[in-house]
């Protein structure tokens, strides 16, 4: 007989399992404090069946559940950019953090779904030559009295023609937290995913230099913006910076090096640090020639240079089959370890350097996240 899952986590991941949501989203319920290596507290009947990044498995939370009934949902008037009014935080004194996952009730008229917009986020001070950045609301931040919510700023890889649109057509962000937001009572983190490449989509490194000052509009610009617009938390641990391949190498450089911005950082099949292919180029054009300021920038030296990192959540995956970065991950996640990180690591299994191994391992680092920025219950 199937035993029912006791802990808020097992629960919680029973229900996406038992509606049919990724493999990464249960793994980042089911991940301990160090590695993934199954879905602990799980029964047999839970078992999981692996298969292009999706997810299969028997649950007694199918035959327990009962749907339920279909709210009227009232729309909130919103502003020109498409955001609702009432997200504006004009007026309105942000809080540090909240518990939301004790202090939050859901109304009964809030939307089933979040809303996806495309924002132009001015280059103010860094004059950076950026695209239109993906905006994603869950359904907590669409209602009439919206609760200040945490921040991630996810970014893409860097390939031809690559930038914000493919952490949705390749990372499928926007189903990803509406996955997210039906297990825990509409709540997700607002997430931005601006443009750190350039219209061109070239591979400015997420420093400043002659490449354009990739790092102050993703630590100055992108942060004016977003606490301007949008009703959020300030701490930096509600706040966190991810990405896949150059994108999760900016995440470790902003996490490691910007912990009083960023307090929590999802690293997917990233770099070892900033780099154009060659190191001589890279310093060339990315560091003005300056060695020493190529070393300083590099996650290793920032992390020694910050250390300890008493408050930070650090998530670490790769796929299986990725012959590039593969060898990276676990020196990296070492690495914010010994730094003092709380670190969990993933590697997704048969996959390669790819937008299916993002997917999932996006998916597992902001379920993993849920509970520690205050949005889900720990597990006990």
């Given at each position: 007989?199937?035993?029912?899952?006791?802990?808020?986590?097992?629960?919680?991941?029973?229900?996406?399992?038992?509606?049919?949501?990724?493999?990464?989203?249960?793994?980042?319920?089911?991940?301990?404090?160090?590695?993934?290596?199954?879905?602990g507290g799980w029964s047999a009947s839970h078992a999981v069946a692996v298969s292009?990044?999706?997810?299969?498995?028997?649950?007694?939370?199918?035959?327990?559940?009962?749907?339920?009934?279909?709210?009227?949902?009232?729309?909130?008037?919103?502003?020109?950019?498409?955001i609702p009014a009432t997200e504006s935080p004009a007026g309105s004194t942000a809080?540090?953090?909240?518990?939301?996952?004790?202090?939050?009730?859901?109304?009964?008229?809030?939307?089933?779904?979040?809303?996806?917009?495309?924002?132009?986020?001015?280059?103010?001070?860094?004059?950076?030559?950026?695209?239109?950045?993906?905006?994603?609301?869950?359904?907590?931040?669409?209602?009439?009295?919206?609760?200040?919510?945490?921040?991630?700023?996810?970014?893409?890889?860097?390939?031809?023609?690559?930038?914000?649109?493919?952490?949705?057509?390749?990372?499928?962000?926007?189903?990803?937290?509406?996955?997210?937001?039906?297990?825990?009572?509409?709540?997700?983190?607002?997430?931005?995913?601006?443009?750190?490449?350039?219209?061109?989509?070239?591979?400015?490194?997420?420093?400043?230099?002659?490449?354009?000052?990739?790092?102050?509009?993703?630590?100055?610009?992108?942060?004016?913006?977003?606490?301007?617009?949008?009703?959020?938390?300030?701490?930096?641990?509600?706040?966190?910076?991810?990405?896949?391949?150059?994108?999760?190498?900016?995440?470790?450089?902003?996490?490691?090096?910007?912990?009083?911005?960023?307090?929590?950082?999802?690293?997917?099949?990233?770099?070892?640090?900033?780099?154009?292919?060659?190191?001589?180029?890279?310093?060339?054009?990315?560091?003005?020639?300056?060695?020493?300021?190529?070393?300083?920038?590099?996650?290793?030296?920032?992390?020694?240079?910050?250390?300890?990192?008493?408050?930070?959540?650090?998530?670490?995956?790769?796929?299986?089959?990725?012959?590039?970065?593969?060898?990276?991950m676990p020196v990296q996640a070492a690495r914010a370890r010994a730094a003092g990180?709380?670190?969990?690591?993933?590697?997704?299994?048969?996959?390669?350097?790819?937008?299916?191994?993002?997917?999932?391992?996006?998916?597992?680092?902001?379920?993993?996240?849920?509970?520690?920025?205050?949005?889900?219950?720990?597990?006990?």
């Amino acid at each position: 007989m199937a035993r029912t899952p006791t802990t808020p986590r097992a629960r919680r991941g029973a229900a996406l399992l038992a509606g049919g949501l990724g493999i990464g989203l249960v793994v980042g319920l089911a991940v301990g404090g160090l590695a993934v290596v199954g879905l602990g507290g799980w029964s047999a009947s839970h078992a999981v069946a692996v298969s292009g990044g999706q997810a299969a498995a028997t649950s007694t939370a199918r035959a327990q559940s009962s749907p339920r009934p279909v709210p009227t949902y009232t729309p909130v008037p919103t502003s020109s950019l498409g955001i609702p009014a009432t997200e504006s935080p004009a007026g309105s004194t942000a809080p540090g953090s909240v518990d939301l996952a004790t202090t939050w009730t859901a109304p009964a008229d809030m939307p089933s779904a979040g809303r996806l917009l495309h924002e132009t986020i001015p280059a103010t001070t860094s004059h950076f030559v950026a695209r239109q950045a993906l905006v994603y609301l869950p359904p907590a931040a669409l209602t009439a009295d919206p609760p200040h919510l945490p921040v991630d700023v996810l970014l893409s890889g860097q390939s031809r023609g690559a930038g914000p649109n493919g952490v949705q057509s390749g990372g499928q962000i926007e189903q990803t937290m509406n996955a997210l937001a039906t297990v825990d009572r509409g709540l997700t983190p607002i997430v931005v995913v601006p443009d750190q490449l350039g219209p061109r989509s070239s591979n400015p490194m997420c420093v400043d230099g002659k490449l354009g000052n990739s790092r102050t509009y993703l630590t100055k610009d992108v942060p004016a913006w977003i606490t301007s617009h949008l009703t959020v938390q300030t701490a930096a641990s509600a706040w966190t910076i991810g990405g896949f391949s150059q994108g999760g190498t900016c995440a470790i450089q902003l996490g490691a090096g910007d912990p009083s911005r960023f307090g929590n950082l999802i690293d997917v099949s990233g770099e070892d640090g900033p780099t154009l292919g060659n190191t001589a180029e890279t310093i060339a054009d990315g560091f003005a020639g300056s060695r020493a300021a190529w070393l300083a920038a590099q996650p290793e030296a920032l992390l020694r240079a910050n250390a300890p990192y008493r408050d930070t959540n650090a998530f670490f995956a790769v796929g299986q089959l990725d012959t590039t970065y593969g060898s990276v991950m676990p020196v990296q996640a070492a690495r914010a370890r010994a730094a003092g990180m709380h670190v969990a690591t993933w590697v997704v299994p048969g996959d390669k350097h790819n937008w299916t191994t993002a997917r999932a391992a996006l998916a597992a680092g902001l379920a993993w996240m849920q509970s520690r920025i205050g949005l889900a219950p720990a597990d006990g």
